[in-house]
Nanobody, 117 residues
């Protein structure tokens, strides 16, 4: 099983980006999917998470600005990031709890998001 993330880049403060993460391989089912981020010198933190039936939760710092969604038919999770701020600068990682030969948490390779002031 692999998770392939894309969509990061450089954007000015106030701008928007959309991240995507597609799971592929021997997949029977996917439960929770989510996005985490890690800024230089900081620990990895949860940004947003979505269950299989669409229930979402967000870090307080991104509530009202970021929207997580998923397409179960495509095994893909998205993160729409609006009103980006310099403090959102980080490497963003997708995560998914996937059932295949067994149930495991899988991580994507990370995609850099840089917000300039």
């Amino acid at each position: 099983v692999q998770l392939q993330a894309s969509g990061g880049g450089l954007v000015q403060a106030g701008g928007s980006l959309r991240l995507s993460c597609a799971a592929s391989g021997r997949i029977f089912s996917i439960n929770d999917m989510g996005w985490y981020r890690q800024a230089p010198g900081k620990e990895r933190e949860l940004v947003a998470r979505i269950t299989k039936d669409g229930t979402t939760n967000y870090a307080d710092s991104v509530k009202g600005r970021f929207i997580i969604s998923r397409d179960n038919a495509k095994n893909t999770v998205y993160l729409q990031m609006n009103t980006l701020q310099p403090e959102d600068t980080a490497v963003y990682y997708c995560n998914a709890y996937i059932g295949g030969s067994g149930w495991y948490h899988h991580w994507g390779q990370g995609t850099q998001v840089t917000v300039s002031s």
